[in-house]
C-alpha cells in the first residue's frame, strides 16, 4: 500500500498557479510522492501536470465537482484533463445538496451515480465516491452507504476512516464489507477535546491504526491518503509530516 496527501489538507496554499507548485516542492521535500488531488484554484493541466512529473509525485485520484461530472460532455473534458495526469481514478467529495438527505434523495442519486459509473468504466475509469458521516444516516432503516454500496456495482469508495468513525460505525467493519471496491482510502485521526470532536495528526487520535493499517494491507487497498480538514498542531504542512513520522516510525510507510 502506498501513502500519499490529500490536497485538501494544504487547501489554503493551493489557490493559485504559484501557490501550487511551491506547496508540490514543499510536499516532495517532506517525503510525499503521492497526492489526491483536492481543492486546487485555477490551475492548467498541461503545467500541473509537468510539475508533477518534474517532482516525480503520482496521482492516485481526484476530489472532481460534480458539475464536471453530470454533465456528459463536461465528464468527456474531465476524463481527457485526467489522462493528461495519468489518473484513472476520478472522485467526488461529497453528495450534492440537490439531491436532499432522504431515501427518495438517495435513489435519484443513486441513478446519476450510475449513470457516471456506466461512461467513466466505458473510457477505462473508475468513479470514487468519498464518504462522510451523513451516508450513516438510515432512510427505511437502511444505512445510505449501504444502498450505494449494494445498488452501485461500478462504484468505488473512497473510505475515510474518520467519517466512518463519526457515523457511529467502525472503520474496519467497513473496510471489510467494502472489499475490493476501495482504491483510496483517507487516513485521518479523530480526537476529542472535552465534548468536542476534533480532526488530528495520525497518532495523536483515538482510531486503532494497528488494526486498520494491517487490514488495509490485507484486503488489497492500493493507497492510503492523509487528510486533516484542520485542527491542526500547528500548520497543516507540518500535520502531514508528523502523521508520516508516526506512520513511518510503526512500520507502516
Not at 46 to 63: F, K, Q, S, Y
Not at 202 to 212: K, S, T, V
Request: hydrophobic fraction near 35%.
Amino acid at each position: 500500500m502506498k501513502t500519499g496527501a490529500q490536497l485538501y489538507t494544504i487547501r489554503e496554499f493551493t489557490k493559485t498557479e504559484k501557490d501550487i507548485e511551491a506547496s508540490l516542492k514543499k510536499l516532495k521535500t517532506t517525503g510525499y510522492d503521492l497526492v489526491q488531488l483536492s481543492a486546487l484554484g485555477p490551475c492548467d493541466t498541461d503545467r500541473l501536470a509537468g510539475w508533477l512529473g518534474e517532482l516525480e509525485i503520482r496521482v492516485c485520484g481526484t476530489h472532481s465537482p460534480w458539475k464536471s461530472l453530470a454533465d456528459p460532455q463536461e465528464l468527456k473534458k474531465t476524463v481527457a484533463e485526467h489522462r493528461k495526469l495519468g489518473c484513472s481514478h476520478i472522485g467526488l467529495g461529497m453528495k450534492p445538496d440537490i439531491f436532499p438527505d432522504t431515501y427518495e434523495g438517495y435513489s435519484d442519486f443513486i441513478k446519476e451515480v450510475n449513470k457516471i459509473c456506466k461512461q467513466l468504466k466505458d473510457e477505462g475509469m473508475v468513479f470514487g465516491y468519498h464518504n462522510h458521516e451523513l451516508e450513516f444516516q438510515k432512510f427505511n432503516r437502511v444505512k445510505a452507504i449501504d444502498r450505494l454500496a449494494e445498488e452501485c456495482p461500478d462504484l468505488d469508495f473512497i473510505l475515510d476512516v474518520f467519517w466512518v468513525q463519526a457515523g457511529g460505525a467502525s472503520p474496519s467493519e467497513y473496510i471489510e464489507k467494502l472489499k475490493g471496491r476501495i482504491h483510496i482510502i483517507h487516513f485521518k485521526d479523530f480526537r476529542v477535546s472535552g465534548r468536542t470532536r476534533q480532526y488530528a495528526e495520525i497518532g495523536e487520535g483515538n482510531l486503532d491504526w494497528d488494526d486498520i493499517v494491517p487490514r488495509c494491507r490485507k484486503n488489497g487497498i492500493p493507497y492510503a491518503v492523509i487528510e486533516q480538514d484542520g485542527d491542526f498542531l500547528t500548520g497543516p504542512f507540518e500535520s502531514l509530516a508528523l502523521s508520516k513520522k508516526f506512520l513511518t516510525e510503526k512500520g507502516y510507510w
